[in-house]
């Protein structure tokens, strides 16, 4: 059974570059979220998506954006980037049949660092 | 305010029980939830628990949940040296799509 998966595992960029995260989520399941953590802090809520839409947002700047694919899979899209949004990146994914509770299984993540 | 708070570190010896506690937000967060996260790792679910319970048993690990208190705990019995992670107590507020993290909580086992 294969769990949530992201790509790439690591990524180095410079200031005002643009990123794309992607994930595959856990089979059957079919909403994605996205965190951010930064060192040594919680992860902090993106956005989420379901049925290729973003259902709800976090408290983080439009330069955020994502995409959900008919397969489930996500890409998040980071534009311009700052010093600032290094972090470790995760993809969370869940079934929301479950409803608004189901529980999240989240990937390895992503380690944007920003030069 | 909307801060998940724990403790920051634990340190315990390996064979004694270790207790993680989190005071959460929202006090219609209907799940509770507790992850764990090894060096370099994602999250990994460890238990969860539904708002009209008080305690949830699961193997080594029991959660105690004080609503009127807003306050969770993670007991884990016999601590090992594979138990050294961070810990992290969740919400969803305002039963909503998103989890609310605490700043986590790193378990430290000793020998």
């Known amino acids: 059974d294969a769990g949530v998966t992201q790509s790439p595992t690591h990524l180095i960029k410079t200031r005002g570059q643009q990123v794309t995260l992607r994930c595959s989520p856990k089979?059957?399941?079919?909403?994605v979220s996205w965190y951010q953590q930064a060192l040594g802090q919680g992860p902090q809520f993106i956005f989420q998506?379901?049925?290729?839409?973003?259902?709800q947002r976090g408290n983080f700047p439009d330069r955020f954006s994502g995409h959900q694919f008919p397969n489930y899979s996500s890409e998040l899209n980071v534009n311009a980037l700052l010093l600032g949004d290094s972090a470790l990146y995760l993809c969370?994914?869940?079934?929301?049949?479950?409803?608004?509770?189901?529980?999240?299984?989240f990937g390895n993540g992503t380690r944007l660092t920003v030069t | 305010g909307e801060d998940v708070e724990q403790s920051l570190f634990l340190s315990v010896r390996e064979g004694d029980s270790s207790v993680i506690n989190c005071t959460y937000t929202?006090?219609?967060?209907?799940?509770l939830y507790w992850y764990k996260q090894e060096p370099g790792a994602g999250l990994q679910l460890l238990t969860y628990?539904?708002?009209?319970?008080d305690m949830k048993q699961d193997q080594r690990l029991t959660v105690l949940l004080n609503k009127k208190d807003k306050h969770l705990s993670l007991r884990i019995a016999d601590t090992q040296t594979g138990d050294s992670a961070i810990y992290f107590c969740?919400?969803?507020?305002?039963?909503?799509?998103?989890?609310?993290f605490g700043t986590g909580t790193q378990l430290k086992v000793e020998l």
């Open positions: 969370a994914s869940s079934l929301n049949r479950r409803g608004p509770n189901s529980p999240l299984h």
């Open positions: 089979s059957g399941h079919d909403t």
């Open positions: 998506y379901y049925e290729e839409e973003e259902r």
């Open positions: 929202d006090s219609s967060s209907t799940y």
């Open positions: 628990i539904f708002s009209n319970m």
């Open positions: 969740a919400e969803v507020p305002g039963g909503g799509n998103k989890l609310t």
